[in-house]
């Protein structure tokens, strides 16, 4: 308690250039501003009484408009402008005319770092610990956010801005993802008056599944279908319509591109760019880019490169036909890189055409912590395999050579190039001890109000400081209040001092971090750390959280690349750098630290609540259920199970489409009827197992019913598996294995078609998503633990 008042105290103080504001007569301390009761009238006609003005909310006059741009596994050494080898030119432009922060760091994972961006708290204050798919039921984890932390986007739009949302949200729970809610923690209720885009952490650029605000749409239909450029027109065609209406009217937006996650989809003509770029290898590429990165003033002249882990083999130790593989991996998530700031591009392009950038304060972050190792040390043409804990073969991969990115692909790249694109530091995204995970370069652009140009600021900063930022440029107060509960305070450093003053001195001195139980501590130019695991080494423990060991101490301002680890020379003061990590630690409810990672993908295991409960065994489902998560539907994985269809059968036809499906062409299963013909079809992680019927369906009511009969004796065994007509078996056969851990993270379920990428892998009959073209009744999932 006694933190937090401390908090409270110097958020106000923080805040006192903002009084004026009360000089307008209105408090935007307390949220929303009330509307005013009207005086009372006591004449009769209208030419009597002096028409009063209106009440309407505006904006702070000359509050600028704000555009937060952040990209998704994208590391420090990864763009041109930080000295990296992937072209960012529109990075670059706004570079030259800003600030660069070459010490910006976020918290090493997705979904903590976008809810600490929007409401400038600690992502263990937001409950955003970790992500949604591996939340506990401990506070800090619990991934609910908060009604007594409102993020930026609120306070703008309670205070005269429009606010819109575009691309990856990640901060809601998916058993809150269908029809009955709660609605809570989705973007139109969390700020923002247009959202567009996905809810979940990831997905397919060419077959996506869509939001607009809450309801779910179909991608448009067109062959040279990509996300990204469709977020971005959705985010210019909102931004136009909004200036157009109301030019006097500051805008925020929040764009939060897909890329550079896995999967790495992105056009041949965009690889082919990168051609060869990296036959050199990931031992070069990283000494070519810390080069660059000197030259540029990126980093100090003296840094070194941190030694690579030992369990990352060196280039000149693989296969010529590894290295030719491997080298492809890296081609395409650049491409996918550069085209992605291609699309943040022609949205800073729009705002240009408007005659608004100047006014415009632009937040470009690169990324939302290190890149991913999550390929682990092979990488993956279909990266739900890492999910379930199976490797790739090289002979696999191979296979998909050519079309690597295509829809037919779910890429990712080997832990190798990961820690090259995190350049000059050692590790990775998961490791928020480690500046490769939590450190990404970051430009900031408002040519009205920054006069310098082209130059580098490297005072420490963090993603909390970027709301309170928001907050002093609009010269707008954080509200006491919001909707009549009394707010905590952001907890972030706004930056404005550091626009002018190159020289001046840092104000975020402190700073924790935590994901996963890898850990550190920032003071004052010191990090202390201590990594429990590497993600893509198994098993994945280097150190234990019980017995808190593994500590190590770095001096960053003698050491940017955090090559030099002093916990032997001062043992006194990494003591000292323990000791507040568990102060901040117990302030900020990081405790008590949990290191499981996919083990915490399993619901009972999390100890994370879902719909379905512990005991419920049966669902029963109607058309229009759409895209339901596995967190909110029976868990059919590792138990046997059944899924019974009532269906009536048009006579004048024969009958085509999906009954049910779960998951993507990648994973997951269908239940259907092709040319009259029922069928099931299972597919184990890209490899297709079909059961059809030996007879056609006969028209009328009919009873469709798909048996699996699971082996036991752990997670992915085989199953028996049976098809039934009406009762009467018409197929059976069996399946070796069977997905053991997540069919998709993103790709739901569906009744009576297959939305997003199919499961057959293929089209079922002549409409859209294989839509059915009879009628269902009813499709009952039931599991037989």
Avoid at 119 to 142: F, K, W
Avoid at 191 to 198: A, D, I, M, S, V
Avoid at 561 to 586: G, V
């Amino acid at each position: 308690m006694k933190f937090r008042m401390l908090l409270w105290l110097a958020c106000i103080i923080s805040f006192t250039a903002t009084s004026a504001a009360n000089a307008e007569g209105i408090n935007r301390r307390r949220l929303p501003i009330a509307d005013p009761y009207p005086q009372k009238v006591d004449k009769r006609l209208p030419s009597q009484v002096k028409m009063p003005r209106q009440h309407v909310v505006e904006a702070p006059k000359g509050a600028p408009n704000v555009v937060v741009i952040l990209l998704d596994d994208v590391g420090f050494g990864a763009p041109s402008p930080f000295g990296g080898v992937v072209q960012m030119p529109a990075l670059q432009e706004l570079a030259n005319n800003g600030l660069s922060y070459n010490r910006f760091h976020t918290s090493a994972l997705c979904a903590p770092t976008r809810a600490a961006l929007k409401a400038g708290r600690n992502h263990h204050v937001m409950n955003m610990g970790s992500i949604p798919e591996i939340a506990t039921g401990y506070a800090g984890n619990t991934t609910f956010v908060p009604n007594y932390a409102e993020p930026v986007a609120e306070i703008l739009r309670l205070n005269g801005y429009n606010t819109g949302a575009f691309g990856k949200w990640h901060e809601t729970p998916g058993r809150e993802t269908t029809a009955a809610g709660p609605q809570t923690r989705w973007p139109t209720r969390q700020g923002f008056e247009k959202f567009y885009g996905f809810i979940g952490a990831e997905e397919n650029m060419y077959e996506p599944s869509l939001h607009d605000g809450v309801t779910i749409i179909d991608y448009p239909d067109r062959e040279d279908y990509h996300f990204l450029e469709d977020m971005t027109d959705q985010a210019i065609a909102w931004m136009r319509q909004q200036q157009g209406l109301r030019p006097d009217k500051p805008f925020f937006i929040y764009y939060a591109s897909a890329g550079s996650h896995a999967p790495h989809h992105v056009r041949p003509e965009w690889i082919k760019k990168y051609k060869g770029k990296f036959d050199k290898g990931w031992d070069v590429i990283r000494e070519e880019t810390l080069a660059n990165q000197i030259a540029k003033g990126v980093v100090p002249p003296n840094t070194k490169l941190a030694k690579k882990p030992a369990s990352v083999p060196n280039w000149e130790d693989l296969s010529d036909v590894q290295k030719r593989m491997f080298a492809r991996q890296a081609e395409v998530f650049a491409a996918f890189t550069e085209y992605t700031d291609y699309q943040a591009g022609r949205l800073i392009q729009a705002i240009d055409e408007l005659g608004e950038l100047d006014n415009t304060l632009v937040i470009y972050i690169s990324g939302d912590n290190g890149t991913s190792s999550e390929g682990n040390q092979t990488g993956n043409w279909n990266w739900g395999h890492m999910f379930n804990g199976i490797p790739e073969t090289l002979e696999a991969q191979l296979e998909h050579y050519d079309n690597w990115g295509d829809q037919n692909t779910y890429p990712h790249m080997a832990v190798g190039w990961a820690i090259a694109f995190d350049t000059p530091f050692a590790f990775t995204k998961q490791i928020a001890g480690d500046f490769g995970g939590t450190r990404n370069g970051t430009v900031i652009h408002w040519p009205e109000a920054i006069k310098s140009k082209g130059e580098i600021r490297d005072q420490f900063s963090h993603v909390i400081d970027v709301a309170p930022t928001i907050l002093e440029a609009a010269g707008l107060p954080m509200p006491e209040q919001i909707n009549g509960i009394a707010q905590i305070p952001m907890q972030g450093t706004s930056l404005i001092y550091s626009f002018d003053n190159a020289d001046a001195p840092e104000r975020h001195k402190v700073q924790y971090f935590e994901v996963v139980g890898n850990r550190g501590i920032y003071q004052d130019g010191w990090m202390a750390r201590a990594t429990v695991g590497l993600p893509w080494e198994a098993p994945k423990k280097m150190h234990s959280v019980a017995k808190d060991d593994g500590w190590e101490l770095y001096d960053t301002r003698n050491d940017f690349s955090l090559a030099n680890n002093l916990a032997t020379q001062y043992p006194e003061r990494l003591e000292a750098m323990k000791r507040l990590f568990l102060k901040e630690a117990i302030a900020n409810q990081v405790l008590p630290l949990d290191d499981r990672l996919l083990q915490r993908l399993v619901p009972s295991v999390a100890g994370r609540p879902t719909i379905m409960g512990s005991s419920r065994t049966q669902l029963d489902l109607y058309p229009g259920s759409w895209n339901l998560v596995e967190d909110a539907i029976l868990n059919v994985k590792n138990v046997s199970n059944s899924i019974t269809a009532k269906v009536d059968i048009d006579s004048s036809q024969d009958a085509n489409g999906v009954i049910m499906a779960q998951g993507s062409r990648f994973g997951g299963w269908s239940l259907y009827i092709e040319d009259g013909y029922p069928a099931y079809a299972y597919n184990y992680l890209g490899n297709l197992h079909t059961f059809r019927s030996n007879k056609k369906i006969s028209s009328g009511n009919r009873k469709i019913r798909f048996e699996m009969d699971y082996d036991g004796g752990g997670a992915g065994k085989g199953a028996d598996v049976r098809l039934l007509v009406d009762d009467k078996v018409t197929s059976t056969g069996r399946v070796d294995a069977t997905v053991g851990t997540r069919f998709s993270i993103d790709e739901g379920a569906d009744v009576g078609m297959d939305r997003g990428s199919p499961v057959t892998q293929r089209v079922i009959g002549d409409q859209r998503f294989s839509a059915f073209n009879g009628t269902i009744n009813k499709v009952t999932l039931e599991i037989y633990p």
